[in-house]
């Protein structure tokens, strides 16, 4: 059996403190026992779920930083990627020796969720005793998956439109001792393998994919069902069935595919599609195809916001009753109709790799709204009615009255800018009143947080009061999800998780762009419009986690206002406890992303020598100005995209 999908929160030191700002972060939820807090206060990764063996975070980054290395960084563990492949096969396995299944399961990671070589790398080393492959889409990912040290049992699904060179490049993989499979999504893509195949001699393993009246569930079910964009409907399915034994190619049909949507949250949809898939499978059988796999593709969801539903972002199922519903299903058909059951593939991207890496960025600076020193603007005498009103209000709020005097604030506040548009008040009376209204709304929030049922008017007030926390990183190079589709990451501090939070705040990336802000949160209800967070200390950076990025981050993201990639650091615990931490990936300099747009970095620099020579030679500057203008452009070519 797998090891058990609970939380580990070692709360040793100040107990009570640990676990009350875990749950303030909801990290018991959503931690699906890789994420913790140690002694220290520290955010700590346990690869393995296995107590003792955990990495330490906080330390991780201090290290990077003694090192000379500015954040952001792109931290991943790779060993969850080990446990979450064994997870998902234990899981398989445990359903099929349990229901006595015919067949067995094989996955295949689909290499378009994270290319990134080192991902697909570990994935294929650890999954070679499961025969674990790789699904492709594309002539590019084709090739790369034909490098990995693929198990000889593992599968290459070769899905998406293909052209020849797709074609000859699959068909070649036999070759290499790979397998390859074929999936094609029409009549016309099946002519066009059959009789390429034929001219070069080949019998290269064929699959169908299949559109299915039943839906998946979540934010992409409209990527299933019969108006899908992939696959072939009931009545394309057996004209290709007719085709094929036209081709007299029968024996070269392998695979039935299907898909139920990426980030499948409610099971019950999922089962449906299940059950008409294995009738499908079931009745080609019976018609004298011995196909050997049914691919029931992906779907297998992540719990980002923790809350165990259905909500888009979640999932209300765990990863055995996933499997158990397969396996039973297919099993129950199987027998039903009296054919041998498949060998069952999946295709598991999401829930095998989000967990696996994490941005740690540092807040650069705290923009309150309205906060003034206490006393400022004390000595500016005002004579302004509502300037008055808001100082008897400040002056009189208490627990009893506190929501009437909110009300007299804001029409108070109204007044006096109307007064000021009119020309009727000058801006020190202005700032005098402000300071004193948003002294007011932040005594009312604090007191309006102890009611039993507290009204929405007094609920946005946390909104309206949250300081904008300016962090070090480009939310559309790396968590474009959230920009895109709303999605959800968990953030949390990564260290000072011993102290409770005692301030409200939404993240700012550092582009100059408005939609740079990260304003939802993960919650269990629904979501929160601000987050709890620490008052940086002076001198002392302040890092927060934006965690559970594994899935598509890196590849979606973009390079708004020029920022590049991040820093990337491989960061694993030994048998004995201790951290071991990779050689640095550098994240993009400046050099390198003017590169990709076409730049040619010593032509911007020579453009600048020639115009520093002409105001040289027009004695606007000397050669001292010459020399530090060049020198500060080579620095800044040679400089990481972001703050360091």
């Known amino acids: 059996m ?100 015919g067949g067995r399961h094989i996955g295949a990671y689909p290499v378009k969720v994270n290319q990134r070589p080192e991902v697909l790398r570990r994935l294929v080393e650890a999954g070679q005793r499961y025969d674990y492959g790789l699904e492709v889409g594309s002539k590019a990912e ?38 390859a499979v074929i999936v094609v999504e029409d009549l016309q893509d099946l002519q066009l393998t059959l009789k390429l195949a034929r001219a070069q001699d080949l019998l290269p393993p064929i699959g169908l994919r299949v559109k299915l009246g039943a839906r998946g569930s979540g934010k992409w079910e409209d990527s299933c069902g019969e108006f899908a964009k992939f696959g072939m409907s009931t009545i394309a399915l057996v004209r290709a069935l007719d085709l094929i034994k036209e081709w007299d190619a029968a024996s070269q049909l392998a695979m039935l595919h299907f898909h139920v949507g990426s980030q499948v949250n409610d099971i019950r949809r999922a089962k449906q599609a299940f059950k008409e898939a294995a009738r499908v499978y079931a009745k080609a059988r ?78 650069r600076k705290v923009v309150t709204p309205g906060l003034v020193a206490d006393g400022e603007f004390a000595e500016v005498e005002s004579d302004a009615p509502p300037v008055l009103e808001l100082v008897d209000i400040a002056e009189g709020i208490n627990a009893k009255n506190f929501r009437e005097r909110y009300h007299d604030a804001v029409q108070q506040r109204g007044d006096m800018n109307s007064l000021f548009e009119l020309g009727y008040l000058g801006l020190r009376d202005k700032a005098k009143g402000e300071a004193l209204f948003w002294k007011i709304c932040r005594r009312v929030a604090r007191l309006s947080r102890q009611m039993k049922h507290r009204p929405k008017e007094l609920q946005d007030l946390d909104q309206m009061l949250a300081s904008r926390f300016v962090c070090n990183f480009s939310m559309f190079q790396s968590i474009p999800d959230f920009w895109a589709f709303d999605q959800l990451f968990p953030i949390i501090p990564i260290h000072r998780l011993n102290e409770t ?129 060049l020198a500060t452009s080579s620095r800044v070519l040679d400089d990481y995209t972001y703050l360091v």
């Not at 090192?67 to 790779?78: I, M, V």
């Not at 696996?356 to 960025?361: D, E, F, G, K, P």
Request: proline share 5%.
């Open 2 to 101: 797998p090891l058990a999908e609970q939380p580990s929160i070692d709360a040793t030191a100040e107990p009570s403190a640990i676990e009350r700002v875990s749950r303030i972060y909801g990290l018991e939820n959503w931690g699906f026992g890789y994420f913790g807090v140690n002694p220290s206060g520290h955010l700590s990764v346990t690869p393995h779920k296995i107590p003792g063996l955990a990495v330490d975070v906080y330390e991780a980054v201090r290290d990077q930083v003694g090192n000379q290395l500015s954040p952001p960084f792109l931290l991943r563990f790779p060993q969850i990627l080990d446990e979450r492949l064994a997870s998902l096969h234990q899981a398989f396995a445990t359903a099929i020796a349990e229901f006595d299944y």
């Open 142 to 179: 084709l090739i790369a998956a034909l490098s990995m040290p693929l198990a000889e049992g593992s599968l290459i699904i070769c899905n998406g439109l293909k052209d020849d060179l797709y074609l000859r490049l699959a068909m070649a993989a036999a070759k290499l001792g790979r397998k």
């Open 286 to 363: 019976k018609a004298g195809f011995d196909i050997a796999y049914l691919n029931v593709g992906g779907g297998l969801g992540v719990d980002y916001d923790g809350s165990r539903t259905a909500s888009e972002f979640s999932m209300n199922y765990s990863v055995q009753e996933f499997a158990n519903d397969i396996v039973y299903t297919l099993g129950e058909v199987c027998a039903g109709e009296e054919v041998s059951a498949p060998t069952i593939v999946t295709e598991h991207g999401r829930a095998m790799v989000a967990y696996h890496s994490m941005l740690v960025t540092d807040v």
């Open 501 to 629: 939070p005692t301030e409200r705040g939404v993240l700012c990336d550092i582009t100059c762009d408005s939609d740079g802000t990260v304003d939802r949160f993960v919650d269990t209800k629904h979501f929160k419009e601000s987050l709890e967070l620490h008052a940086p200390r002076p001198d002392e950076p302040y890092y927060l986690g934006i965690l559970l990025l594994g899935a598509y981050q890196e590849t979606l993201g973009d390079i708004h206002n020029l920022f590049g990639t991040v820093t990337e650091l491989n960061v694993e615990v030994g048998t004995d406890g201790q951290r071991v931490v990779s050689q640095p990936i550098r994240g993009d300099n400046v050099r390198d992303v003017l590169g990709d747009f076409g730049y040619q970095p010593e032509a911007l620099r020579e453009a600048l020598a020639r115009r520093l020579a002409e105001r040289k030679q027009a004695g606007l500057i000397g050669d001292q100005d010459e020399h530090e203008v």
